[in-house]
Structure formats: structure tokens, C-alpha cells
């Protein structure tokens, strides 16, 4: 048997046991804060939250339906035990061994682009934008769904105890929209209270970051005999790292957390986010057909770039035609069909119905 195959023999029996990956998962996040890791470790570490996080934000984009995905709250929960348990342990590294991994390294000195103050201005921006725009308001979100949905859950039980006195509905069909009611309050009250870990993961960051700075450059100055400015830059970049590997997927969570609240279901129940974005935006010509004037407009500002804003207006004038000719054309078969099953049916067409090429000169 190859490598290969064992691997996938391993994954499949981990698959069925999931109850059993799961509670390995929170043993390792205790044990993460108690015992020191190795640096390689943690490196590995560090990459299966950042993969996880791009997972759990993908799989929010491909769901028609919140209850879809119905155990986000619980693995919004997992996911910010397992990465402050990251965090306490490259915060542990850094301030015993100045030292955290190559993927903290890596990212403070591609942030830090060998500016300190540059580094942190980043960091620092992209954690305020994490706590007051995405967090704040993926928590508001969260809070106003979970308020409307239990307002309305009185009506819409009645409403299906109606339709199952008129008949219209079976005792199996009824049963299972109770269940699907209670599992969408269950859902959103979860999420309410989800956001709040989410938010206080990102309070947390920001508390760990500031005692990374100023604890290393203590230690640094004090214990290992650094200089000022060797402890500010080491220290400095090892934060801004940290900082990083912490808050990309703590921002990239909130996102997704902040994407399955503000989900609207679609009429079919099939469309991804994706297929819902574009087909709103892309239904009627005369948005891309003005958006494209504006852009031509804008090219002739002196002091802009023309060519950029040339082409973007080129791209929503072809997208704006493209539309145009095809909803023209659907709408000419809607009527060439209307009017020949009228005439199959032996009932003249009306002239409303009839496209004016095809009525007589005299009746023009």
C-alpha cells in the first residue's frame, strides 16, 4: 500500500469518527496553553488554523440557505479556542526564546518591509478595521436577525396551521416546517451569541499584541542584554507577526460569520452568493450602461489615469450591450410564442401582442 492510499484509508476512518476529531481538537487547545511547543509545530500549527479559516469562509459563499450550514456558531466557537491557544503559545515563544517559527518571522518581515513604525501602522489598521467594521457590525447583524426571527415565529406557526386546516399541506409537510422554524431561532439565536466570541477574540488579540511589544522589550533589554534597538526591532517584527497570524484568520471567520447573517434566501433555493451577486447586479443594462458613462467621464479628469478608467468604461458598455441584446431577444421570443399559439387556437392575436413588422401597412 502506497503513501497515498494509507492516507486516504486514515482520512476515511477519521471521517467517520468525527465526534472523536473533534474532542482531540479542544484536548490540544488546553494542552497548547499549558505545555511549550517546538517552533516547527506550532509552525504546523499556525498553517491548519489559516486553512481551516480560508475553509470555513468558502463553505459560508456556497450555501443557498443559513441552515445550510447550521453549525457555524459551534465552529466559530472551536476555531477561537484553537487560535488564542496559538496565540498563548507564540506568545510564549517569543517572550522565552525570542524566537516563534519561521511563519511568525515571515510575516512580520514581509509586513514590516524594514519599517517598524510602517509595520505596526498596518497592523494596527487592519485590527481596527477588524474589530470596528467587521466585528461590530457582523454583531449588530447577528443581533437584529435573531430579534426579528423569534418576533416572527408566533405568525409563521400560524400561518402553517392555517395552511394545514385549508388543506394545503400534509401533517409531514407541516411537522418538518415547524422544525425547519425551530431550527432557523436556534440558528440565529446561536450566532448572536457567536459574534460576541468573535469580538472578544479580536479585544483579546489586541491585549496579547500590546503585552508581546512591551513584555519583550523588557525581557529583551533586561534578561537576554539586548540594546534598545535591537530588543525594538526583534521584538517589534516578532509582534507584528504574531499579531498577523492571529488576526488574518480571526478577520477571515468574522467575515464568514458576518456573511451567513446578512444571507438573504433565493427564490429557487439553489444559488450560491456568487450566482445571486452577479445575477442581481447584472439584470438590468442601464446600471453598467450609466456606470460606464460615468467611467468615460471620469477618464477625462485631468490627473487620472484615462486608461484604466477607459477600459473599465469599455467592459461596462460591452456588459451593458450584452444584456441589452439578450433580454431584447428573449422578450421577441415571448411574443413570436404568444402570438402563434393565439393563432393555433383560432383567436386573432391582439395588435398589443403582435410586433409591429408583422401587422399590415394598413393597420400601422
Do not use: W
Not at 489586541?206 to 539586548?226: P, Y
Not at 485631468?302 to 467592459?315: D, E, H, K, M, T
Amino acid at each position: 500500500m502506497t503513501i497515498s492510499e494509507r492516507l486516504l484509508h486514515f482520512l476515511a476512518k477519521l471521517s467517520r469518527r468525527s465526534d472523536l476529531v473533534i474532542a482531540i481538537l479542544m484536548l490540544v487547545a488546553v494542552v497548547m496553553m499549558l505545555i511549550p511547543l517546538p517552533t516547527f509545530l506550532v509552525d504546523i500549527l499556525i498553517t491548519a488554523n489559516i486553512a481551516v479559516s480560508v475553509l470555513i469562509l468558502l463553505a459560508s459563499f456556497y450555501v443557498s440557505h443559513p441552515l445550510q450550514f447550521s453549525s457555524l456558531p459551534s465552529v466559530i466557537l472551536i476555531a477561537t479556542l484553537f487560535r488564542l491557544a496559538i496565540t498563548i503559545t507564540t506568545t510564549r515563544l517569543i517572550l522565552l526564546q525570542a524566537d516563534a517559527g519561521e511563519i511568525v518571522s515571515a510575516f512580520g518581515s514581509f509586513v514590516v518591509g524594514g519599517s517598524i513604525a510602517v509595520g505596526l501602522v498596518i497592523f494596527l489598521i487592519i485590527t481596527v478595521a477588524q474589530f470596528i467594521v467587521v466585528a461590530r457590525g457582523a454583531e449588530r447583524v447577528a443581533e437584529v436577525a435573531a430579534r426579528f426571527t423569534l418576533d416572527a415565529l408566533p405568525g409563521k406557526q400560524m400561518s402553517i396551521d392555517a395552511e394545514l386546516r385549508n388543506g394545503d399541506i400534509d401533517q409531514a409537510e407541516a411537522r418538518r416546517l415547524r422544525q425547519q422554524l425551530e431550527r432557523e431561532s436556534q440558528l440565529f439565536g446561536a450566532m448572536d451569541g457567536a459574534m460576541k466570541f468573535v469580538k472578544g477574540d479580536v479585544i483579546a488579540g489586541i491585549v496579547i499584541i500590546l503585552v508581546n511589544l512591551i513584555g519583550g522589550f523588557a525581557i529583551g533589554t533586561m534578561q537576554h542584554d539586548m540594546s534598545l534597538s535591537d530588543a525594538a526591532v526583534t521584538y517589534s517584527l516578532l509582534t507584528v507577526g504574531d499579531g498577523l497570524v492571529a488576526q488574518i484568520p480571526a478577520l477571515l471567520v468574522a467575515v464568514a460569520a458576518g456573511t451567513m447573517v446578512t444571507r438573504v434566501g433565493s427564490s429557487d433555493g439553489t444559488s450560491d452568493l456568487g450566482k445571486q451577486i452577479t445575477s442581481q447586479l447584472l439584470r438590468d443594462s442601464r446600471a453598467l450602461a450609466l456606470a460606464a458613462v460615468i467611467m468615460v467621464g471620469l477618464a477625462v479628469v485631468p490627473g487620472f489615469p484615462s486608461l484604466v478608467f477607459l477600459i473599465l468604461g469599455a467592459c461596462f458598455g460591452a456588459g451593458a450591450y450584452a444584456i441589452n441584446r439578450r433580454t431584447g431577444r428573449g422578450s421577441e421570443f415571448k411574443e413570436f410564442g404568444q402570438t402563434a399559439i393565439a393563432e393555433q387556437a383560432g383567436k386573432p392575436a391582439s395588435l398589443s401582442s403582435t410586433p409591429v413588422a408583422a401587422l399590415p401597412s394598413s393597420s400601422r
